[in-house]
């Protein structure tokens, strides 16, 4: 005993320099949203909290529901009660284990009187975790909790970027079907005035056929847009996880975003992404698995001890019984699996070099993510400028061919063609009003928010 406890006291003070801590590694961030959006502001539109970036109050109500009765995000509520609970056994293994063991004997020699032993004792057992592997399973089932926690937040920011996706196409949609129908209207008309001109001579029946065959397309293109709206409705609810339904919703003029998106520095994804985050606890796993490998080349050293009430003490059976008392210390060294051991020590070194790798490419990922929406945002803005311009132009120019129609200088042909223009341009600019509201949400997204407000 007192040898195993001179070993052990040695193991322990050479044993504390074996294992370095967790350190993350040398990253490069400087230029992660490429040249053109760099910056050194630290202010983010990730600082921004839900309900101030999404302001329409029905989109507010959906998203409450969506993070109350969504089921991936429920899930994640188990994930995490799981992690919680393996973290929870990690720290248990650095305390005693005892076991009741009750124990009773009943006894005769060739048909003499029977003799009654017993033996009620408590058993105690204690891993001292001389070289680590105890502290690096805690340290590597932390991280693991963690790592569930930002799971979850993962999940929480898709669920609210995706609520609000459909919310604003939802409101594209409505615009672009109330644009349509408007159309389709004035082209039933337009086609009662062809067959009229037909009727008086003034134009043909390939005109008046070229006419009807406009007016049909765009009359199902009314109902494509019904059934993309429906469609949209019953994706909406999925999310929010009911039945199917009609959402009460505003109008897409009536959105108000930010005009500046300020994207922060680059080292802030460490902080905010949740699966930049996510993967870093993945690689604080694989390094603390990696010391625990190590950790099992070295000999484990285990207190025990037994303390009871006995009527068996050697030979003679005692009545009343004894107290019963006993304590023992062993020492186990690997030999014959030690090639095992230090194979697994090798895994683990080549899965820490792999999360490494994961996290590095993680940050990249999130880097062109943060591009990508900047990207977006400013072509949406330039492109609706050119676009609003478009629109102004084509309106004139119906309005120049109706006033050229009246006085017999152009034909009708001419009046349908500038209108069917017109409607593809004014298509156009709800769907670029869409996409640049659509890139304020992927850069909210990319920038990692959406998280918990009691963070």
């Not at 006291?9 to 490069?28: D, H």
């Not at 029946?205 to 993309?228: N, P, R, W």
């Not at 949209?232 to 999925?238: D, K, P, R, V, Y």
């Amino acid at each position: 005993m007192r040898n195993i406890l001179i070993i052990g006291s040695v193991a322990w003070l050479t044993g504390c320099g074996l294992y370095k801590p967790y350190n993350r590694p040398e990253i490069q961030t400087d230029g992660l949203y490429g040249a053109a959006y760099e910056t050194a502001d630290t202010t983010s539109l990730a600082s921004l909290e839900w309900q101030e970036l999404f302001t329409d109050p029905y989109l507010q109500e959906l998203i409450v529901d969506g993070l109350s009765n969504n089921t991936d995000l429920q899930t994640t509520y188990w994930r995490v009660k799981q992690a919680e609970a393996t973290l929870t056994t990690s720290k248990l293994a650095f305390l005693p284990s005892f076991f009741f063991t009750p124990e009773g004997n009943l006894s005769s020699f060739d048909g003499g009187t029977a003799t009654k032993t017993y033996n009620v004792s408590v058993v105690a057992s204690w891993e001292i975790d001389v070289f680590g592997k105890l502290q690096n399973a805690k340290k590597r089932s932390k991280a693991a909790y963690l790592q569930s926690l930002e799971y979850r937040q993962a999940v929480r920011t898709q669920l609210i970027a995706a609520i609000a996706n459909h919310y604003y196409l939802l409101l594209m949609l409505d615009t672009q079907y109330d644009i349509t129908v408007q159309t389709a209207a004035i082209w039933k008309e337009s086609v009662e005035t062809m067959r009229a001109m037909k009727e008086a001579g003034m134009t043909t029946e390939a005109a008046v056929a070229q006419t009807e065959g406009t007016y049909f397309s765009i009359e199902a293109s009314v109902h494509d847009l019904y059934q993309q709206i429906i469609e949209t409705e019953n994706s909406l609810a999925l999310l929010l996880g009911e039945l199917p339904r009609h959402y009460e919703r505003g109008t897409l003029r009536e959105q108000q975003l930010p005009l500046k998106l300020m994207a922060g520095v680059p080292l802030q994804l460490l902080t905010n992404r949740p699966d930049v985050k996510s993967a870093e606890l993945s690689l604080i796993q694989a390094h603390y698995a990696t010391n625990e490998a190590r950790a099992s080349l070295y000999p484990s050293i285990t207190l025990s001890g037994l303390a009871g009430w006995t009527n068996s003490a050697g030979t003679y059976i005692v009545n009343p019984g004894k107290i019963l008392l006993n304590a023992a210390a062993s020492l186990t060294q690997p030999l014959f699996n030690k090639g095992l051991n230090r194979a697994q020590v090798k895994i683990a070194e080549a899965q820490r070099q792999e999360a490494i790798l994961s996290f590095q490419q993680t940050l990249l990922n999130a880097g062109v993510e943060v591009n990508n929406a900047l990207t977006q945002y400013q072509t949406a803005r330039d492109k609706q400028v050119l676009r609003a311009q478009q629109v102004a132009s084509l309106e004139t120019a119906v309005e120049s061919t109706e006033l050229l129609m009246t006085h017999g200088s152009t034909t009708y042909l001419e009046i349908l063609t500038a209108r069917q223009t017109l409607l593809s341009a004014q298509l156009s600019q709800v769907s670029d009003r869409f996409n640049e509201i659509q890139s304020v949400i992927s850069l909210y997204h990319a920038l990692g928010r959406g998280r918990e407000i009691t963070e």
